[in-house]
């Protein structure tokens, strides 16, 4: 067992220091005060951050830090901490280690009984599903999806009975596979794609996946998915509304066959049933 008294011993500290997602007006003073503090600072990518800390004026000594060189750099911040002097970890905006580098660090610097101190700011994560519409009690955080498609696929089939809300990060030329793909396994859920959180072009588009769908190519950005959970028992719908929704499907270049079996499989009815209605009406 480990117990950190965090103000209330000298041991050295490695802060994971929250940044903005894009508004700069939301980086907060004590984030400020910290980064002029301690002796070090690193970063994700030092282009990056040293425009931040050029806009504050805050002048500490930078250091990269990122997954290519996560293990060596770690071992030397191990090596700055021993020194006796604080650390601080930031990422390119958001939290470090929210799908960023830095969870090996904190491991290691816990391990080795110096001090981890967050300081809390933006996150894209939380910006996005409060403002969902969505439920948000409880939530699961799954961030991006694997580049691979059948790995991809995997991921969403696991999480397809999952009763809580889901949220996902997407980069804007994986948004249309993922939404495709979203749909196929999970059904046609109501969710809220979330872009460009605190910049000048923010939007939330709120709908179900066929409606996003039809607009996805439209969208640019850093995108925030929020997704509807599974509900443990879905309201009976209507044959013709079935019909509708196949039509949605097929609307979104799908075949009538996958349609049938996405619809089915949605409204837990025989795929059979669902396909002599339709070819009966």
Partial sequence: MQRQSSFQNDQPTLFLVATPIGNLSEMTPRAIDILKKVEVIACEDTR???????????????IAHHRFNEAD??????????EGKDVALVSDAGFPLVCDP??????????????VVVV???????????????????????????????SARKQLQDLAHYPMTL????????????????????????ICVAR????????????????????SDEMKGEFVII??????????????DLQLRVEQFIGAGYTASQAIKMVAKEANISKNKLYQYIHQA
């Fill in 73 to 82: 750099s770690s071992a030397g911040i191990i090596k700055l901490l021993a």
């Fill in 120 to 150: 809390n700011g933006s996150s894209a994560l939380l910006s996005g599903l409060v403002a969902s519409g969505l439920n948000i009690n409880p939530f699961y955080f799954h961030g991006y999806l694997t580049h691979d498609d059948n």
């Fill in 48 to 62: 990056n951050t040293v425009k931040l800390l050029s806009h504050f004026q805050i002048k500490t000594h930078l």
């Fill in 227 to 240: 997704v509807a959970g599974k509900e443990d028992n879905p309201p009976d719908i209507a044959l013709p």
């Fill in 196 to 215: 460009e959180l605190t910049k000048i072009y923010e939007e939330y588009a709120r709908g179900s996946i066929t409606e996003i769908l039809n607009i």
């Fill in 167 to 190: 949220v996902f990060y997407e980069a804007v030329h994986r948004l249309r596979r993922s939404l495709e793909m979203m749909l196929e396994i999970f059904g046609n859920r109501q």
């Fill in 102 to 115: 830095g969870a090996l660090l904190a491991q290691e610097v816990m391990k080795a009984g110096y001090n």
